[in-house]
Structures are given as structure tokens and as C-alpha cells.
């Protein structure tokens, strides 16, 4: 189904993070939108004052009579709905055109100018970089992140003029192949996601079919120093950045009383003194891939300077909720090795001399399985390691697998504990922190309001 025929669209399972930024550019374009989630929520009530008619049954009465004409309903589901879900059922067999998220955003990437951004880790933190940069610029853009901007409050950004479309590329079960990039940053290949791909052969060699996809004209800004294969179209310049060499870097770094300033040096123009607006030591090689990819685009040496410095951030990464001189307390949402060691090595070079202190939830069995090794090397270099059972997600148990695998093969010098879920909040009140961070993609992150009280006295 192309754009010009969709007059409705119906999403079954309304309320993901993608999900929701998918809705609001169908609502913005002013079509009847519906759906069906499993329970409401944040999203989802925001959704319905947006004008979205959603419903919390499984039930085919309730989809609206505008979504019931297969010639001009789009469906929209995402993998966690099971096939047998009646709905589902309901649309297969009367003849709509039903399609994935990725789907849906790989036919955007066909009518708009897709500035896509992929990678194990790094890809929400830069996209939504580069969203800003270009929506207060003077070519704006339309964008679907995988996380809440700070600066809009919300994942999605509507442009009524700009054929730029910012797009967080999922990498899970292969969904970035359904897009056709303008233009793609790779942030990084660690391997990930082994339930669905198996080998660390076949998760790179993922990575390598998508930048065939990238269409000619167009750009690759890759990571110096990934361990995987581009092979790109005739036609398409690749670029390598980091934070000191390739293409793209950072020079004359000064980090020093809260705020974080380097230059920009650009094969194109180099941008001094630019000011990171959340000051991180990792957000100085996301900004320069964020930079990069604006500056390619068109995007002028104050709007670049301008942007980073007025980046606010996205929810649960890097997330701030105190930073003062007697407690500093934040949520992160890094639940890879390789993000995990990103984020202590810059909280351990923006606080040198305090005691820093996680408390991580691990994500997934199979990933545990897999990883664990590695998950301890990475939270070794935290000065205190509270562990807390594994969020399962879509996952039933693994027999073997529990949190003990990463606790025992923490290194022996540091401070490290034990703990269930439930008594998270009993230890923060029973504990004086200094720097606490809260880690992982599960639902500790739902304790951070109150632990946010707890730590201010309340």
C-alpha cells in the first residue's frame, strides 16, 4: 500500500515506544487512527487525547467501522502481538494489508530523505542528537526515535515542509532491512540479539546487507574501527568517525566543572567550541556522528553549535534526577557490556574522585546466558555492583541462568551484593549514597521516582 492510498490506519499493540511515533504521524496527517494494547499507560493515554480511538480488549467488535475497509486500512502490528490474536486473525482473513513497524518506516524511506541510525548501542542517543540539530535548523526534519526527547517530550518530531525523516534503525530481528537509508551513521556491531541470529557471524553479516541498502547518492558515516564489512552501493561515500581519529572527530576536548566543550573537525568545515548541552563523555563522540550526519544534510556551523549545546537529553539515558554536591543520582537505560562499560567509564572520568555505585537489572536470559563474562568485566569498573534477578521480557527461564552468573565472575575487589527487586527501595533508605546510578532496560527504572524521593529526604 503506498501513502497517497491509506485514508485509516489501525495498530494492534498501540502503546510501544515505535508504535506510538508511527500513530502520531498518521493523527498529524489527520486520518482516523486506532488500535488495540494490552493494558493503557502513559503513552497510550497521551495517544487518546491526541484524538487515537484505542481499546484494551481483545475484541474484532470494537475496531472502528472506518478501520474495516481493507482497500484503504493500513494494519500495523508489532512482533510481541501473538499470531493468533483475534484482531489479527480478524485482518488476515478479510484481505488488509498488514505490515510491521519497520515496514512502515522503510515506505517513508522511499518518499522522504531517511537519515537512519543503527547500531548495538549509541543509535537513540544519536538519532535523537541529529533530530534536534536538524529541527532547529533551517531544514528541519520529521523524526520516530526509540526514546523520549527531552527537549519536545516526546519520540516523534512533525515537520509540515522538510523531506528529511530521522529514523532509529532497529536491528532486532532483522527490521532495518526493510529500509532504503538516504543516509545511515552504524554506531557499533557488538554482537546481540543471539536468540534470533544465532552467531556473531550472522549478527555482522546483518549489518553488511544494510549498508547495501543505503541508495546511491547517499552516505555511510560508520564507526572507525567496526568489526564488520560495509559494502555499499556505487555511488554512496562512506565516512568513519570517533571520538579521536577518522573522518569526523573531536579535538582540543576541555572537560572540566560540569560542562564538556571540544572542536568539530570535519572534512567539510570545522566547528569550534562546541558546547555539549548534556555534558557526558560518551555524548562527545555520539554528537560528532549527530554533527556529521546534519552537516552532511546542509546544516550551517551555528546550527551545529547551536543544537549540541541545546540537546536536553532522552529518558533513561544518561537521565539525570540529582546532581548536586551531596548526592548525584541518575537512570541509564544500558543493558549491553559494551553500553554498561560506556556508561562507567563516563560517569568514573565525569566523577574521579567519588564512590560510584549501580544497581543493574539484567535483560533477558539469553542475553545473560550468552554475555555474562562480559557483563561482569563491564560492571567491574563500578566502585559498588548491587545485582537484582533478571527481567525476563518476552523470555520463559533459562535452567541455569540467573543473576549468580555475572555475580560470581565480578571482580573480587569491589563491593558487590545480592539483592530481590522488591527490596531495592528499603536498601537506597538504608544506604548514603554518593553516585548511584540505576542500569538496565527492565522495570527497576519504575523505582526511580520514588528512589528520586527517597535520596531528597522525602
Avoid at 543503527?118 to 542517543?125: I, L, P, R, S, V
Avoid at 522538510?162 to 536491528?171: G, N, R
Avoid at 546481540?192 to 553488511?208: C, M, N, V, W
Avoid at 566543550?261 to 548534556?278: A, C, H, M, Y
Wanted: with cysteine; hydrophobic share 35%.
Amino acid at each position: 500500500m503506498e501513502l497517497k492510498d491509506i485514508k485509516s490506519v489501525y495498530f494492534v499493540g498501540a502503546g510501544g515506544i515505535g508504535m506510538s511515533a508511527l500513530a502520531r504521524y498518521f493523527l498529524h496527517k489527520g486520518m482516523p487512527v486506532a488500535g488495540y494494547d494490552k493494558t493503557p499507560s502513559e503513552l497510550t493515554r497521551n495517544l487518546e487525547k491526541e484524538g487515537m480511538d484505542i481499546h484494551y480488549e481483545e475484541n474484532v467488535r470494537l475496531i472502528p467501522e472506518e478501520c474495516r475497509k481493507p482497500a484503504s486500512t493500513l494494519v500495523v502490528f508489532t512482533p510481541a502481538i501473538p499470531a493468533s490474536h483475534a484482531e489479527l486473525v480478524y485482518f488476515r482473513e478479510n484481505g488488509f494489508d498488514i505490515q510491521k513497524r519497520a515496514q512502515v518506516l522503510g515506505t517513508l524511506t522511499r518518499t522522504h530523505k531517511g537519515l537512519c541510525f543503527a547500531g548495538t548501542h549509541g543509535k537513540t542517543t544519536t538519532s535523537t542528537m541529529c533530530a534536534h540539530i536538524m529541527h532547529q535548523s533551517h531544514l528541519d526534519c520529521n523524526a520516530f526515535l526509540g526514546g523520549i526527547s527531552k527537549n519536545y517530550g516526546t519520540n516523534y518530531i512533525l515537520s509540515a515542509h522538510s523531506d528529511f525523516v530521522v529514523i532509529e534503525a532497529d536491528e532486532f530481528d532483522r527490521s532495518f532491512h526493510w529500509l532504503r537509508p538516504w543516509m545511515s551513521v552504524i554506531t557499533s556491531t557488538d554482537p546481540d540479539h543471539l536468540d534470533i541470529y544465532g552467531t556473531k557471524e550472522a549478527y555482522l553479516e546483518s549489518f553488511r546487507h544494510y549498508t547495501e541498502l543505503i541508495q546511491k547518492g547517499g552516505a555511510l558515516i560508520i564507526h572507525k574501527g567496526l568489526e564488520m564489512k560495509q559494502h555499499v552501493q556505487e555511488g554512496v561515500k562512506v565516512y568513519e568517525y570517533s571520538r579521536d581519529g577518522g573522518d569526523f572527530h573531536a579535538g582540543n576536548v576541555r572537560i572540566a566543572d560540569g560542562t564538556i566543550t571540544f572542536d568539530f573537525l570535519s572534512p567539510i568545515e570545522n566547528v569550534r567550541d562546541v558546547e555539549l548541552g548534556q555534558p557526558i563523555p560518551i555524548n562527545i563522540e555520539n554528537g560528532i556522528a549527530a554533527m556529521a550526519m546534519a552537516q552532511l544534510n546542509g546544516c550551517t556551523a551555528e546550527e551545529l553549535r547551536n543544537g549540541m549545546k541545546t540537546y536536553g537529553g532522552v529518558d533513561r539515558r544518561f537521565d539525570f534526577k540529582i546532581k548536586d554536591s551531596r548526592h548525584v543520582f541518575l537512570s541509564d537505560y544500558a543493558h549491553h557490556p559494551k553500553e554498561i562499560l560506556q556508561s562507567a567509564k563516563s560517569l568514573k572520568e565525569l566523577y574521579a574522585d567519588r564512590k560510584v555505585t549501580v544497581i543493574f537489572q539484567p535483560h533477558l536470559y539469553s542475553r545473560t546466558r550468552d554475555f555474562y563474562k562480559d557483563f561482569a568485566e563491564a560492571l567491574s569498573h563500578f566502585d559498588e555492583v548491587i545485582l537484582t534477578e533478571i527481567y525476563p521480557a518476552r523470555e520463559q527461564p533459562i535452567p541455569g541462568v540467573t543473576s549468580r552468573l555475572i555475580y560470581d565472575n565480578l571482580r573480587p575487589d569491589i563491593e558487590k551484593q545480592m539483592i530481590r527487586k522488591e527490596d531495592v527501595l528499603d536498601f537506597v533508605r538504608s544506604r548514603d549514597f554518593d553516585v548511584l546510578v540505576v542500569l538496565g532496560a527492565g522495570n527497576l527504572d519504575n523505582y526511580v521516582p520514588r528512589i528520586t524521593e527517597i535520596l531528597n529526604g522525602k
